[in-house]
């Protein structure tokens, strides 16, 4: 506490040791000794003086209460001149209606809040903000939940990213500076990067790399050998933006790290670099073990009724150097796999896919089915292309990958890696070549799931249909499946079809007491999702 | 009547928080059956699990904004209600603008009706038998006076050995003097004695909260021994501290203060099974603040007739006493409208807030809190822990385990701002927060 200095703090504290003086007699106690009450010279000892020192338990109380209620009323509160933090300057961005921001306390309540990304992003597509009041929540579900803070950063108006500045807990919503002023003062960027947090100093970097990537790896080297593994493993991974050959001797030294997932990461991007010395030992090694046996015709293979062979022999060992680039020694326990295959899958998906395009100078469509007839290892062989593509981001093999029509446990990866309308089409036809109604078994059903867009017209009322059809059927074990999962579909159906959902649906039908509720659910769900887009289309 | 409530208002009158989550997801066009208004009432069928639809209703013309729905729901108002409200206040359009069905048409009517005879009945009201009555006070007032008297002994006994092991007395100790003075028909006394309990466990400086709590007691006792010497207001403050209160019919009949009444902010305690509701209001012409109260026993809801944020032109009558807090809401004169910031009044400084608080304290030692309205406030976090500060850098801490700040620092955005809160003469509640519109 500060007072000024004056006459008056003066007795201010002469009064404290008077208090302080009575609080120790008090504790003591009047019995073991008589109660004194010094006087010093000022108008609250003349009550004082009037207490009659023959009952000393009245007059210790009278005086407890004086003393106490003088101390209070006198109290001058702590000055404080710390400056305050600068305003948060004037929001552009116009707030969401009154009514959407219902919408949204009702999924922070947890009521439809599955809804939120897509309300989050409809926001953003206005170029709208939520209202103050509900910022607290927002940058509180961030925290919590990582994958939300990309759909609500855009959405936190000037106030929200401001308020982010004043609490710790929040950095995550503070606004990054672009990589232009980030490369302006080298000074500022090097003190950001001593003193941020892992997720600002990865988006740090993710956002530097755009710019220039050597200034990035630069700063990561800065620092390197005194990080924790975690934040090597985040750090490493932001060298996926702008990869290129000037990154490989940094990665090419990363595959000697302590961390595990450095090492993965690591081995990983330098499986995208088709000149590094990573893949040059890669190729070694599948080159003896995976055989092209063209059919002996001397028309271009993709004519020749003869098929194609690849004929696989699996690695023997998987050695110290194989390790190093990255090789899983064990296969994971939900793998049907021998070791063996696992290593020769794993070289494979490491391996630049234009290798075997150009190696074996044939497309790949012809390869895919050229390893279709390899009945042990063709699943091996796709596999490993599948992480391949994915990993590299091959258009051409994925699209190939997905027509071969045969459905894998890794298609769903794939499909992230189309376009929407290719995502859609894809699906579509699979649900139409498919005519028996949706149930888990169907294929369609777990690309449904996998297909994470808005679904089109076309396709949400493929599904209706196919879901009309499978309700107003007995239900078998496999429905419940389905069953669960109609929450899902329904924030993916398009709302606009709401009103052509919500009928035609089997209600007298005996088996449909089994689905009513999750049907209900479904279209309450899509009820509320036309509800809220509608507050945008305004 | 114009309808002005905004979202946070309605939904500050939910009595709990599920029943706020149900209400606003009532707040759905495609959740009714029917929706309607004109300038006396809102109405609405709400389709629920039966076969009928609840009938809803919200009568807005009388100032305290009377609701009936027709459901089984005991915790009022509904979610129908609420949702009803909510509704309004964001899709005014959802409502057709019609003459009232019949069900809203008769019970306006009913209303109209009990308005009429309740008055009626007040002017009729007399004192039962006042001699009888007269006789009970003074037995009581004996009563009391002996229980004081025992406890005067109490505490002497207490100051004689010394407090210097109250850590370790039983919490027995000090609820045995409580229960007798529940026993006195002294409830006032009681509670200050099971305050008393809890202070030695209180962390540092309880040797000093201690005394303070004592002497304040011992002031008490004193102070009812010689109440017939003492200047009117005085006496009635001694009187409500003990728990002698006044019943609200006898005010009523007293004069009130009108005014333009700005509702500033809320809090509700909960003490073992009783809520109590505490309501600030400031007087906008007669700048002065005034507090009103609602109990609830149990699962009993809480009166709901003031809103945050709100104001309304009504006669407040004060409880008698050196600092007149307390009031009650005699007569309305208008309908509920949303709080205009531009207009509050307010202490320019936390050190003329102070010395309001030093003199008010000075006239009534046993007040537990006074209304602070700041003007020019920050909301400063440090050392994790809120404290608002003004334009001198005075500050006043805020409760350990206050966590509002945050959402009114997104409310002021650094501004200064108005501040409302309770002061206790150590912490400052924030209650509420403005920022006037010229800052931003």
């Known amino acids: 506490m500060t007072h000024h200095a004056s006459p008056e703090s003066t007795t201010a504290a002469a009064y404290g040791t008077l208090w302080q003086e009575l609080i120790a007699q008090a504790l003591s106690g009047t019995a073991r000794q008589p109660l004194r009450l010094p006087s010093p010279d000022a108008p609250v000892t003349a009550l004082l003086a009037r207490l009659d020192p023959a009952e000393p338990e009245r007059a210790m109380l009278s005086a407890a209460a004086v003393l106490s209620l003088y101390r209070q009323a006198g109290r001058l509160p702590p000055v404080d001149h710390t400056p305050a933090p600068t305003p948060c300057p004037p929001d552009t961005q116009p707030v969401c209606t009154p009514q959407a921001a219902e919408h949204l306390a009702l999924m922070l309540d947890n009521v439809y809040s599955s809804v939120l990304p897509e309300w989050l992003a409809a926001v953003a597509a206005a170029g709208q903000r939520v209202p103050d009041r509900h910022l607290v929540s927002l940058l509180e579900l961030g925290q919590k939940q990582a994958d939300l803070r990309a759909a609500i950063l855009p959405v936190l108006g000037q106030r929200g990213r401001w308020l982010a500045t004043q609490n710790p807990a929040w950095e995550y919503a503070r606004p990054l500076p672009a990589a232009e002023e980030l490369l302006a003062d080298a000074a500022q960027l090097h003190a950001t990067w001593e003193t941020s947090d892992r997720a600002t100093r990865q988006a740090l970097l993710t956002r530097l790399r755009e710019q220039s990537p050597f200034i990035a790896r630069t700063l990561v080297e800065t620092t390197w050998s005194s990080e924790k593994a975690d934040d090597r493993a985040a750090f490493v991974a932001t060298f996926a933006t702008g990869l290129s050959m000037d990154d490989e001797p940094f990665l090419e030294a990363a595959l000697d790290d302590r961390s595990r997932e450095v090492r993965r990461t690591a081995a990983n991007l330098l499986s995208r670099l088709p000149a590094s010395r990573l893949v040059q030992r890669m190729i070694a090694r599948v080159q003896p073990l995976v055989i092209w046996n063209p059919p ?162 076309d396709l949400t009322r493929a599904v209706l249909a196919s879901l009309r059809q499978r309700t107003a059927r007995q239900a078998t074990s496999d429905d419940y499946e389905l069953r669960s999962l109609l929450p899902i579909y329904a924030l993916r159906m398009s709302p606009e079809l709401l009103a052509s959902a919500s009928t035609g649906w089997p209600t007298d039908s005996k088996h449909w007491s089994f689905w009513s509720d999750a049907v209900e659910h479904m279209l309450a769900v899509l009820r509320f999702r036309h509800d809220m887009l509608k507050e945008f289309a305004k | 009547m114009p309808f002005s409530l905004t979202t946070e208002q309605i939904l500050a009158m939910a009595p709990d928080a599920p029943s706020a989550k149900a209400g606003r997801s009532l707040a759905s066009r495609s959740k009714w059956v029917t929706l309607g208004a004109n300038d006396q009432a809102l109405w609405g069928e709400c389709q629920g699990s039966g076969k009928a639809p609840y009938q809803v209703q919200v009568d807005l013309a009388t100032g305290d904004l009377a609701y009936r729905c027709s459901c089984p729901s005991r915790k009022q108002p509904c979610k129908h209600i609420l949702g009803l409200l909510l509704l309004r206040a964001t899709e005014a359009d959802a409502f057709a603008t019609t003459t009232p069905p019949d069900w809203v048409a008769d019970w306006l009517a009913k209303r109209a009706q009990a308005a009429q005879k309740r008055s009626e009945q007040h002017e009729q009201r007399q004192v039962s038998d006042p001699t009888a009555q007269a006789k009970r006070a003074i037995a009581r007032e004996a009563k009391i006076r002996a229980g004081l008297q025992e406890l005067e002994q109490w505490l002497y006994d207490l100051i004689r050995q010394g407090v210097a092991d109250a850590q370790s007395r039983p919490a027995a100790f000090w609820f045995a003097p409580a229960s007798r003075m529940i026993d006195a028909q002294a409830p006032g006394v009681a509670r200050l004695l099971r305050e008393l309990a809890g202070i030695p466990n209180s962390g540092p400086g309880w040797q000093e909260r201690l005394l303070e709590h004592l002497g304040r007691l011992h002031l008490l006792i004193e102070g009812f021994k010689r109440l017939e010497t003492l200047p009117p207001a005085t006496q009635a403050d001694i009187r409500t501290a003990i728990g002698l209160t006044i019943r609200e019919d006898d005010l009523r009949d007293e004069p009130g203060i009108r005014d333009h009444w700005l509702v500033l902010g809320q809090r509700v305690e909960t003490e073992d099974t009783l809520t109590v509701q505490r309501t600030w209001l400031w007087g906008q012409t007669s700048n002065r603040p005034a507090l009103v109260l609602s109990f609830a026993a149990g699962n009993q809801p809480l009166d709901r007739s003031l809103l945050p944020d709100t104001s309304l032109e009504a006669d407040l009558v004060f409880y008698p006493g050196a600092v007149p807090l307390r009031a009650l809401v005699k007569t309305r004169h208008s309908p509920v409208t949303t709080l205009d910031p531009s207009v509050l009044p307010g202490m320019p400084t936390i050190h003329a807030a102070s010395a309001t608080y030093a003199a008010a304290l000075a006239a009534q030692p046993w007040l537990e809190r006074y209304p602070f309205l700041l003007r020019g406030i920050d909301m400063v976090y440090r050392d994790r822990s809120w404290a608002v500060r003004d334009a001198e850098g005075y500050t006043l801490a805020c409760p350990p385990h206050f966590a509002a700040g945050w959402q009114l620092l997104a409310r002021s955005g650094g501004h200064p701002s108005v501040v409302a809160g309770e002061w206790d003469g150590t912490w400052l509640l924030p209650l509420n927060l403005w920022t006037l519109e010229e800052c931003v």
Do not use: Y
């Open chain 1, 296 to 457: 002996r015709s001397s028309l271009p293979i993709w004519k020749s009724r003869q098929q194609a062979r690849i004929d696989v022999t699996l690695p023997d060992v998987c050695d110290k150097s194989m390790i190093r680039d990255g090789i899983e020694p064990k296969p994971p326990h939900h793998l049907q796999i021998g070791e063996r295959a696992w290593w020769l899958q794993q070289l494979i998906s490491a391996i630049p896919l234009i290798f075997w395009t150009q190696t074996w100078n044939t497309p790949p469509a012809v390869l895919i089915s050229a390893a279709c007839l390899n009945a042990e290892w063709g699943d091996l062989l796709l596999d490993g292309w599948t992480t391949a593509a994915r990993n590299q981001r091959d258009q051409a093999w994925i699209d190939a990958l997905l027509t071969t029509g045969k459905i894998m446990h890794t298609t769903e990866e794939l499909l992230h890696l189309l376009s929407p309308a290719q995502r859609e089409a894809h699906i579509l036809n699979v649900l139409q070549t498919h005519a028996e109604p949706l149930q888990s078994v169907h294929p369609a059903f777990a690309l449904l799931i996998a297909h994470r867009s808005t679904w089109s017209f």
